[in-house]
């Protein structure tokens, strides 16, 4: 059974900090991989999707790297921005049912 | 953003009654997904479907139940309400199934509460 983790659990850091954010997980067969954010009371916006032959995926100030056989993926944030606080979410999909596994978030603020 | 809406935005009902929740999409994408999000466990998958009339279970499906007979809805059934299935459900949706293209693109819930 998958199994996806993320550490740190919560993470506090002043504006304009370079940051980043892990998630494992346990079965390497995985299609993609999934970033997402989720502001309190709001539905998830997806950021970023690392494909399996890719090793990484950039958009603006976010960029996310898979090291597949390993288990592991990292996003990372440049120059932090108050508005870049939320949850975040990452997710693999594997299985013949189009499953998204989630990590439990790490719940970031960016204080000013 | 995907044009996804969800109905109703929040309920609060008793247990023993029967509830549904539709998700409603304006991007004719193939695959719809219900998901239930709880503090602890993160999102986890009820049902999905991969066409009309067709769907499957996911991992937390006892108890409800879904019907697509449109392309662009797909209801979720909690055929007798439990305080257990209080939480927040997110409907998602993805044009692409199976594969590395699968991108699934989120609703903004409904919370439910049954008392």
């Known amino acids: 059974k998958q199994e996806v983790t993320q550490i740190p659990a919560a993470l506090s850091v002043p504006e304009g900090e370079n940051l980043v954010l892990n998630c494992s997980f346990t079965d390497s067969a995985i299609y993609n991989l999934q970033w997402f954010r989720q502001d309190p009371g709001k539905g998830l916006t997806s950021l970023l999707l690392i494909q399996s032959s890719q090793r990484e995926q950039t958009s603006g100030r976010l960029n996310a790297s898979l090291d597949k056989s390993s288990g592991r993926s990292t996003l990372y944030i440049a120059a932090s921005q108050p508005g870049d606080s939320a949850t975040y979410l990452c997710?693999?999909?594997?299985?013949?049912?189009?499953?998204?596994?989630f990590g439990t978030g790490t719940r970031l603020q960016v204080t000013l | 953003d995907a044009g996804i809406t969800q109905s109703p935005r929040h309920k609060v009902t008793e247990t023993g009654t029967p509830v549904t929740l539709r998700c409603h999409q304006t991007e004719n994408h193939r695959y719809m997904y219900w998901y239930r999000q709880d503090p602890g466990h993160g999102l986890r998958l009820i049902h999905y479907?991969?066409?009309?009339?067709?769907?499957d279970k996911g991992e937390v499906s006892d108890g409800y139940s879904v019907s697509r007979s449109k392309t662009e809805d797909f209801l979720l059934t909690l055929e007798s309400a439990t305080s257990s299935q209080t939480s927040v459900y997110f409907c998602?949706?993805?044009?692409?199934?199976?594969?590395?293209?699968?991108?699934?693109?989120f609703g903004p819930g409904t919370r439910l509460t049954v008392l």
């Open positions: 479907s991969y066409g009309v009339k067709d769907t």
């Open positions: 998602a949706i993805s044009e692409a199934g199976v594969g590395s293209y699968n991108e699934q693109f």
């Open positions: 997710a693999v999909l594997t299985g013949t049912a189009s499953k998204l596994t």
